[in-house]
């Protein structure tokens, strides 16, 4: 349960950017592809704000992007939200 919210809350802001101009399947298709890839970046690095939003656990992701693994990061980038 703890990783489905973490995958919802590590894309939800790429989704709610993406929500006017992408169809759903391709939502649905970065959600599995963000859950892959950062999951585990988010028990390591961010589990102390899970619960706190999602914006939240973005802002660790990026605090962290040194730290996060090549997968995560790459994800993250390809979404906009790693510079």
Known sequence: ?????????????????ATSIVPAQAQDDARARGDKACNGDAKKLCSKFFG???MV??????????????????????????H
Do not use: Y
Not at 4 to 16: I, S
């Open 57 to 82: 656990i973005l802002q660790c992701f990026q605090d962290n992007k040194t730290r996060l693994s090549s997968p995560c990061r790459k994800f993250l980038t390809e979404v906009g939200q790693l």
């Open 1 to 17: 349960m703890r990783s489905k919210l973490f995958a919802f809350a590590a894309l939800a802001f790429a989704a709610t950017i």
């Open 52 to 54: 706190q939003g999602d």
